[in-house]
């Protein structure tokens, strides 16, 4: 994991030791979350290799976009915004989750990664909700793209992420990667977990 316990190693305030057994835990309680989504919509994601996980419980200033090798059961994770509906004051947490057209949240639930194309914010992936709580993702264009209102510069100067209009935003590089990784028809799922 990027930051988090092995940057507070690092930093002397909790052992190294500490750290790493936490990291490890927290991988494994990832890996099982990703494992019971997966168990529920199996049929509906034909490449169960990689899960993707939004942990909206977690502050945007804090790498809470996750990466999960189903295999090896290694964890990657990157910041992420949330939409602006889901956090009217710009606290930096997600209040609310919202499916309703027009209401710029962030949507829980299932989601299967759909085709890449290139439109307003470049290089981005269409998601497809599977889910009640996230059924209007197609029609709301929910996706998976770039902004320039994510990185650790936004969290220096403001201390949290800019927000999107309910769009897994995320700076250009991690983007890039997330898109390499997670690829078409898999499973990206969001909650608070």
Not at 15 to 38: C, H, N, P, T, W
Not at 160 to 181: H, Q, Y
Request: net charge positive.
């Amino acid at each position: 994991m990027k930051g988090g316990l092995a940057a507070l190693a690092g930093s002397g305030v909790i052992s190294a030791g500490a750290a790493f057994a936490a990291e490890a835990d927290s991988g494994q309680r990832l890996v099982r979350i990703a494992k019971r989504a997966l168990e529920q919509h199996t049929a509906q994601i034909p490449f169960q290799d990689r899960v993707g996980l939004a942990d909206f419980s977690a502050p945007s200033w804090r790498p809470r976009f996750h990466l999960v090798d189903m295999t090896s059961g290694k964890v990657s994770s990157f910041l992420v915004a949330h939409g602006r509906g889901s956090d009217p004051r710009h606290t930096g947490l997600l209040q609310k989750f919202s499916n309703r057209p027009g209401s710029n949240a962030t949507s829980a639930g299932a989601y299967r990664t759909d085709a890449e194309y290139v439109g307003k914010y470049g290089r981005s992936m269409r998601l497809e909700g599977l889910d009640p709580e996230n059924s209007n993702a197609y029609a709301r264009a929910i996706v998976i793209h770039a902004a320039w209102y994510v990185g650790d510069e936004m969290i220096e100067k403001y201390g949290k992420l800019g927000r999107s209009e309910g769009c897994f935003a995320f700076c250009e590089d991690d983007r890039n990667e997330v898109l390499a990784r997670l690829g078409e028809g898999r499973l990206l799922y969001a909650g608070k977990f």
